[in-house]
Antibody, heavy 121, light 110 residues
Framework: QVQLVQSGAEVKKPGASVKVSCKAS????????LHWVRQAPGQGLEWMGI????????NYAQRFQGRVTMTRDTSTSTVYLELKRLRSEDTAIYYC??????????????WGQGTLVTVSS | QSVLTQPPSVSAAPGQKVTISCSGS????????VSWYQQFPGTAPKLLIY???KRPSGIPDRFSGSKSGTSATLGITGLQTGDEADYYC???????????FGGGTKLTVL
């Protein structure tokens, strides 16, 4: 079954870091780019960044530069999103999404179930 | 403030047709393919339309997409109550080197 399965919900204090995982199965992991998209409560979708199929290249949205790191473990078909120096505005559902056509700008054809990250003192 | 502009809400009666607009610029919609995503409350978005007007397997032909210049449109015919959801347009922005989305449109089927 082709799917992306994400790690469970997290509660963090302001200033802390969080690391969310996204495990792929049912397809050739090293063929596709993976994106991270987040959605604050009641808000729209926000693109955070992308990691290439082999994990040696990333591109982050300007507003997250310096706070975000995306990594990829091809041995376990898992990608990770780490966000540092958390603030309350980072409370959101974080999604991983596959770029379906094998290119970085391909449409997001497969999504993880989402991981709720709550930042609260 | 989203890079792509969508109306916050649209509504129509069951069986009717509705369109949702998505306005961008020459660096995003004007240059790259547009996708549309459907999202029900509490669930992940789902790809509805890609490459402006193509439907993934399993998406009914009641859903259609088009693009003209720097704007794109999602059309839904034969509206059903089950179509009530949030709809997002998305594409790549070549100037930002980033993915971009519209702010989302809430569809109400009255």
């Amino acid at each position: 079954q082709v799917q992306l399965v994400q790690s469970g919900a997290e509660v963090k204090k302001p200033g802390a870091s969080v690391k969310v995982s996204c495990k792929a199965s049912g397809y050739t992991f090293t063929t596709y780019y993976l994106h991270w998209v987040r959605q604050a409560p009641g808000q729209g979708l926000e693109w955070m960044g992308i990691i290439n199929p082999t994990g040696d290249s990333t591109n982050y949205a300007q507003r997250f530069q310096g706070r975000v790191t995306m990594t990829r473990d091809t041995s376990t078909s898992t990608v990770y999103l780490e966000l540092k120096r958390l603030r309350s505005e980072d409370t959101a559902i974080y999604y991983c999404a596959r770029a379906g056509g094998g290119f970085s700008d391909s449409p997001f054809d497969l999504w993880g179930q989402g991981t709720l990250v709550t930042v609260s003192s | 403030q989203s890079v792509l502009t969508q109306p916050p809400s649209v509504s129509a009666a069951p069986g009717q047709k509705v369109t949702i607009s998505c306005s961008g610029s020459s660096s995003n919609i004007g240059k790259n393919y547009v996708s549309w995503y459907q999202q029900f409350p509490g669930t992940a978005p789902k790809l509805l339309i890609y490459d402006h007007n193509k439907r993934p397997s399993g998406i009914p032909d009641r859903f259609s997409g088009s693009k003209s210049g720097t704007s794109a449109t999602l059309g839904i015919t034969g509206l059903q109550t089950g179509d009530e959801a949030d709809y997002y347009c998305g594409t790549w922005d070549s100037s930002l080197s980033a993915g971009v989305f519209g702010g989302g449109t809430k569809l109400t089927v009255l």
